[in-house]
């Protein structure tokens, strides 16, 4: 059983920084892209960014040049650097592992950019 635990969410003033990790139980880490969604109020969960198991990255438009992806297979986390947050960024974000049809989600962490 995989599980996946968020950290790093919380309250920063628009143009701050925080920085997401996800760290996951089991052995299949490592051979899986993992990803981080989010979902404001109101909208629907969106692709934040994405990164494959050999270290190829895509970003959703709105967050390229401010966010990065990156992961420790060592360490079996994956983490979203976040820099230049605007309050259009507040939402829950979400990690997940080896795509939106698994079940293997994250529970959430909250992140309110404040103007």
């Known amino acids: 059983q995989v599980q996946l635990v968020e950290s790093g969410g919380g309250l920063v003033q628009a143009g701050g920084s925080l920085r997401l990790s996800c760290a996951a139980s089991g052995s299949i880490f490592r051979i899986y892209a993992t990803g981080w969604y989010r979902q404001a109020p109101g909208k629907q969960r969106e692709l934040v960014a994405r990164?494959?198991?050999?270290?190829?990255?895509n970003y959703a438009d709105s967050v390229k040049g401010r966010f990065t992806i990156s992961r420790d297979n060592t360490k079996n986390t994956v983490y979203l650097q976040m820099n230049s947050l605007k309050p259009e960024d507040t939402a829950v974000y979400y990690c997940?592992?080896?795509?939106?049809?698994?079940?293997?989600w994250g529970q959430g962490t909250q992140v309110t950019v404040s103007s």
């Open positions: 997940n592992l080896g795509g939106v049809n698994t079940p293997y």
């Open positions: 990164i494959t198991s050999d270290i190829r990255t």
